[in-house]
DNA sequence: ACCTGAACACCGTTCAAGT
DNA sequence: ACCTGAACACCGTTCAAGT
């Protein structure tokens, strides 16, 4: 803490080696890592830095900072800094837990979809990222999930297909609006957009007095009562 | 065509003003520019660019170099990229006209939500920005709509809140989605994915056998059938 | 096998200066 | 008022070289 240098080994000015011998480094040479990079380590450190700097402000060389590395080094265990959001994309995912495969139709759904959505608002940054092909194995493990409850439930043909499709927009939708309003970290932007339509109530009459701007009900309690609604369209009672 | 000089000045080397007067060009000094910058142009332009080179790919060098300035001046009519984006993306929405505001609610709210989908869709690029704050006037204008659809049907307080995000959420995520697939024009890539559920049938069972990986149905007619299905739900016969 | 260092070819943006 | 030119402080990524 008193010690404000850099712990990585200070580079000697001029030095390539040619430094007298009784003057080098003695000792049992230092190990060269605490700990070895590993994809699994990138991918957390990572989400770390997406949660605190933010969605766009992610850099190979930031991250690598915090892993005590090159940028460089990044590249031996990931191809691309888009591989890289990617894979931590589908590692949130990954922390929604999968039902049981023999659950109720209902209460599976229920229970993946909410927190589907609870894992990506933890990462508001996530939701941003949705538009990129979502093949990882923890996505796919959770669609499995959510058409085999479908099937279960009496689905299939067209009726299975466009009910997963509404089913993903519905939370991808849901998300991707909740997280924006949640990055808007702006403390006064709710009040400045409040104001902007009121201002403008010629041109809004219905926003500007349904209660639209006045944020009357959560979020989740939003999410779940249409949740709920969808449920009892898609699932022949 | 035969002449692949660049049409700008050419900067004489080591030039300064300091040319011999006679050695100067003479004659009416060629005009500042064809066509004056503008926010519009500079909008158009972006819109074409994306269209051309794709969401990210997109520089404000590039940018200028289509519009014939240089990129400096772009931030003389807009203060950063992001604003850019943002004007672009309200642009794009502005393509889907607004029905009249004495539609019947059912008829008025599918075409504003297939408008809107199709416009987004038309423009790959653009669901990928929906992780912005969307509080551009043409998207202000189609939300206004939605709503008064709504209460026209007879909706209010927590249900209208409810079916408006609903309603949102279904085109957002339904357009993401559909965009991502064709934005991904690497021609063999859904034969990779299809081919990469179907190796690990044993994980994905369901996706693996219910049509999901098959495309057996287009977006567009899903969407469609979707749509309807969640009108029903929210519009009290 | 895994990491460093130097380098390449870019970025967005600022700012003084020109017209 | 509107645009250019030069410059700043970055980027992602490649590649030879070290250990």
């Keep these: 803490m008193s010690d404000e240098q850099p712990r990585t080994r200070t580079k000697q000015a001029g030095a390539g080696g040619s430094e007298v011998l009784w003057l080098r480094d003695t000792g049992p040479r230092p190990p060269r890592r605490n700990t070895p990079l590993t994809l699994e380590r990138i991918i957390t450190a990572a989400i770390a830095e997406l949660d605190a700097a933010g969605a766009e402000r992610l850099t190979m060389r930031k991250l690598a900072e915090r892993l005590e590395v090159t940028s460089t080094a990044l590249y031996w265990h990931v191809a691309t800094k888009e591989d890289l959001l990617d894979l931590a994309l ?6 929604v837990p999968v039902p049981a495969p023999d659950s109720q139709p209902r209460a599976g759904l229920r229970t993946v979809l909410t927190g589907w959505r609870a894992a990506m608002l933890a990462h508001p940054w996530s939701p941003g990222l949705l538009g990129r092909p979502m093949l990882g194995p923890n996505v796919l493990a959770r669609t499995e999930f959510i058409q085999a409850m479908l099937v279960r439930a009496g689905l299939s043909g ?20 909740d997280a924006t309003w949640r990055r808007l970290d702006d403390p006064g ?8 339509i009121l201002d403008a109530a010629e041109l809004y009459p219905t926003l500007s007095t349904s209660g639209f701007v006045d944020a009357a009900w959560s979020d989740d309690d939003l999410f779940v009562l249409g949740l709920e609604r969808v449920l009892d369209l898609l699932l022949p009672a």
Tied chains: 1, 2.
Excluded: N, P, Q
């Excluded at 589908?90 to 922390?95: F, L, P, Q, R, T």
């Design 189 to 196: 932007a709710i009040a400045k957009v409040r104001a902007h």
């Design 90 to 95: 589908d590692h949130v995912v990954g922390e």
């Design 158 to 177: 067209v009726d299975l297909a466009a009910a997963t499709r509404t089913l993903a927009g519905f939370v991808i939708g849901a998300s991707m609006a």
